[in-house]
């Protein structure tokens, strides 16, 4: 396949797992990838050519780079000794004894092989371990240490996974040269990455001040840092590029953002650039795993000799050694150390141990790390056991996703999805706000309560500013908040509840539906609309009723209905007002705007009958469900008086002036909520953050329209 079909597939794929991981949250998105590549090897005899020598710099680099980037640099740095400990001590450990280990069970494969192969598998993935860490509230020692050694284990684990693959493809190892080397490329990698991270801040500085700010270029700039830390580091020093690039993410978080408070902008771009970079890179490592276990199962049938069965079971006791080295070794600590046994959660050693080594899922450096492992060693031979080695990899990164996917839920309360590096989530930088949870009896809210209250706030502020002239514009952007709310209310009730609501509210669409016909039955009984614009109503009335009865028999599809269907009805709008002005000079569309006001005011006065009648609870309805449907109907109205009076350009002109008004109440509501201590600093950012981000496409659109 060339190189272009595959990038182009690769990320095809990659998007279309999150697509499907949007439905099914419960699976890690990981899974998903390797599942699709894998059907892609499978039936569509996809295979992607691998140059192991720019792997590393490929996917590596700009890893490794961004986790030292988001470096905390509160308690994790507070607990920087046994955090050390975890990230060097135990990922030589592992190495050791679970090299020795493996070459126990899997004979075939030799011993420098083995040490590699422990090598590759003691990193862990950060974002999952701290997903994992934070649910199960492990005592808060231990969550900073296993959230720690995951940002830093991936160097100590490519050094140790880069001298076993050395000594397999020299045939030489000598303890004392790889100790000396050991000192070397990494005291020099590390100089290297400071040095040469320093010189991108000097001439980022440097360009600022002469008026070179561009957003784009220093972007790209910050983008194009640790390819060019890495490959400097490696070939002019010899050196650990892995070290250089952590070490230089590192230093880049804690000295690099001088000139970001006066561009705020650049931090904005540069951050979500990143988000793009991770996402697609960490995506597209998991459906080249997916690719590559055919062909590995192939050759290690082969050339190893062992069935598909047995290499599966050999990677589930690979990962249970792995398990135990981790929770032996944290359980140690906990019981022999005193600095990390501080903190308000008491849990158990043990289990905490044993939680915090099912949290150590592996991740993407792990699996882009054995793909670089080189095809040939020196003299021509195949690289021994290259097959198997990518085989046990691949399975023992799945066997510690599902493990953690199947034990979270038993073991915890909160039933969020596990996140890895890469997932498509949005928030906050936890290093920069206090990531304390609240108490349950706190007072505090969730963060979908939040969003309703400042949005009902926003709502009320376009109440505030409607007038006679601004009322179609009022009451679309009223439909806006409405539609938002619903689904933060699907995502914040139980299904039990929202069932409730979503029955009663198709209850008062009947109600009103049934006003709309008799309403427009007496227009055309009293001959004031003609037969052509009654049948073009009654069509549409008709096709509502029956989306009606069909909505009444059958489940809701909650979710992706409210998703869509509200731009789902703009568009219907759109295309019908469309039909009425093309039509409105013949008379036409007159009467069909008429019909509309009428059965709209018809709807509103038979849902206020319904609510005057004796034997009708009113407090069974959702207040919001009663509101939405008023606005509805009132904004059909407007729509309908103002189809040839109205430019669009007012229209517009008067959304964006009320909207401005709407985010102005939309931030004072999270003021209101942080100082009655309902939400934490870190809500309130995020909150802030999603109102900014709001604001700013407000902006561009308004500068596109100039």
Known sequence: MHILEAIILLIGIVLFSN???????????????????????????????????????????????????RFPKRELWKMRGPILGNAIILVF??????????????????????????????????????????????????????????????????????????????????????????????????????????????????????????????????????????????????ASGVI?????????????????????????????????????????????????????????????????????????????????????????????????????????????????GLSGVRGAVTMAGVLSIPTIIDGGARFPS?????????????????????????????????????SNVDGVDDDEIDDTEPDDNS????????????????????EEHRRADNQQAAFDLILDYQFLIRRLEIKENNLQDMNKIIADELALRRVALNGE????????????????????NLDQLQRADKRLRKSIGSRPKMHLNLRNQHRIQKIKRAVRMWFVYRNSSSGLGDELAKAHIEQAKAAIKALSEYFNRDDIENERFDSQSVYHLVIHYRNQIEEAKNRLTTKKDDMHSQIQSLRIKALAAEREGVQVLLEQGKIDWKMAAHLRQYINYSETVLIMDYQNRE
């Open 93 to 238: 450990l592992t190495t050791l004894l679970g090299g020795l280990l493996f070459h126990v069970i899997i004979p075939t494969m030799p011993i420098s092989v083995s040490f590699a192969l422990a090598a590759i598998l003691s990193p862990t993935d950060p974002v999952a371990v701290q997903s994992i860490s934070k649910r199960v509230a492990l005592p808060e020692g231990v969550l900073h240490i296993v959230s720690g050694e995951s940002l830093i284990n991936d160097a100590s684990g490519l050094i140790a996974f880069k001298y076993a693959v050395a000594a397999t493809v020299t045939g030489v190892f000598s303890f004392k040269a790889a100790t000396l080397d050991f000192f070397y490329i990494s005291i020099v990698g590390f100089v290297s990455g400071a040095i040469l991270i320093t010189l991108v801040i000097l001439l980022q500085n440097w360009l600022f001040k002469q008026g070179i700010n561009d957003v784009i270029f220093n972007t790209i700039l910050q983008v194009l840092t640790p390819f060019g830390i890495y490959l400097i580091t490696e070939e002019a020093f010899h």
């Open 386 to 422: 290259r097959s198997l080695a990518l085989f046990v990899a691949a399975f023992v990164i799945i066997i510690s996703l599902l493990a953690a996917t199947i034990t979270l839920p038993l073991i915890s309360k909160n039933k969020a999805p596990l996140i890895t590096r890469g």
């Open 244 to 356: 250089a690039v952590v070490a230089g993410g590192v230093l880049f978080h804690f000295f690099g953002g001088v000139t970001d408070y006066s561009q705020p902008e650049l931090t904005l771009v540069s951050e979500k650039t990143w988000d793009i970079i991770i996402y697609m890179l960490n995506g597209i490592v998991f459906v080249i795993l997916g690719i590559e276990l055919p062909i590995a199962t192939n050759q290690i049938i082969q050339n190893d000799k062992i069935n598909t069965i047995h290499a599966i079971f050999i990677s589930f006791i690979a990962w249970l050694i792995l398990l135990v080295i981790r929770v032996v070794w944290i359980y140690l600590y906990q019981v022999l150390g005193t600095a990390i046994t501080h903190g308000h959660n008491s849990m158990h050693p043990l289990k905490a141990s044993i939680l915090a």
């Open 443 to 462: 007072g505090h809210v969730t963060e979908e309560q939040a969003r309703i209250y400042i949005m009902k706030l926003a709502i009320n502020n376009v």
């Open 517 to 536: 016909f008799d309403a427009l039955e007496e227009l055309r009984s009293n001959n004031e609309i003609s037969e052509e614009a009654y049948l073009s």
């Open 19 to 69: 697509v499907v991981d949007h439905f099914i949250p419960s699976i890690p998105v990981s899974l998903i990838q390797v599942t699709f590549g894998l059907c892609a090897a499978l039936f569509l005899q996809v295979s992607i050519p691998l140059k192991t020598d720019w792997f590393l710099l490929l996917f590596i680099a700009p890893l490794l780079f961004n986790d030292g980037r």
